[in-house]
């Protein structure tokens, strides 16, 4: 039996219990993405800046596993919110003359009754292991932003029927 290499492609697909508008802040907004992206003991996101609009670039530093400094970046291609935005991915650790390159990262968000379902499109992978690692780490990360959305909608209900 021949072994298949993956697609250059990684989608994931979530549901949050959420306005979509309040799932795009989180996905764009420095200081709420900076409080969800990331966990203790792991890597975190400690700043993100950005200038939210077509060409405009965008930039998340933090610190990794190991204690080390990272950083992401890129440039936003479509900014339609709350349902659409896409931009280039690349990791401090590609720059120069590394192979790997700029990625594209898609957000893709559909609201009814109140529910979002956010499907996350990264493709342009050149490098399987580069692949692997964000079809790994992707659904961390959408796990990581769900318990932040459902958080916030659950205390902003407890606080409107003064729980």
């Known amino acids: 039996m021949e072994k298949t290499e993956a697609p250059p492609i990684v989608v994931e697909t979530i549901e949050i219990g959420a306005p979509a508008g309040a799932v795009f802040a989180a996905l764009t907004e420095p200081s709420e993405l900076v409080q969800w992206w990331g966990s203790d003991g792991g890597y975190r996101v400690e700043k993100m800046e950005r200038e939210l609009t077509p060409g405009g670039a965008w930039k998340i530093t933090g610190t990794g596993t190991d204690g080390s400094p990272f950083s992401v970046g890129g440039v936003y291609r479509i900014v339609d919110p709350p349902r659409?935005?896409?931009?280039?991915?690349?990791?401090?650790?590609?720059?120069?003359?590394?192979?790997?390159?700029?990625?594209?990262?898609r957000y893709e968000l559909q609201e009814?009754?109140?529910?979002?379902?956010?499907?996350?499109?990264?493709?342009?992978?050149?490098?399987?292991?580069?692949?692997?690692?964000?079809a790994e780490g992707w659904p961390v990360v959408l796990g990581w932003l769900r318990a932040f959305v459902t958080?916030?909608?659950?205390?902003?209900?407890?606080?409107?029927?003064?729980i």
Do not use: C, M, Y
């Not at 896409?86 to 594209?104: A, N, Q, S, V």
């Open 84 to 105: 659409l935005v896409e931009f280039t991915w690349r990791h401090d650790r590609h720059d120069g003359d590394d192979p790997l390159g700029d990625t594209i990262v």
């Open 112 to 134: 009814k009754d109140n529910v979002t379902q956010l499907r996350v499109t990264h493709s342009g992978f050149t490098d399987a292991g580069d692949r692997e690692d964000h």
């Open 151 to 162: 958080r916030r909608i659950d205390r902003s209900r407890g606080e409107r029927h003064g």
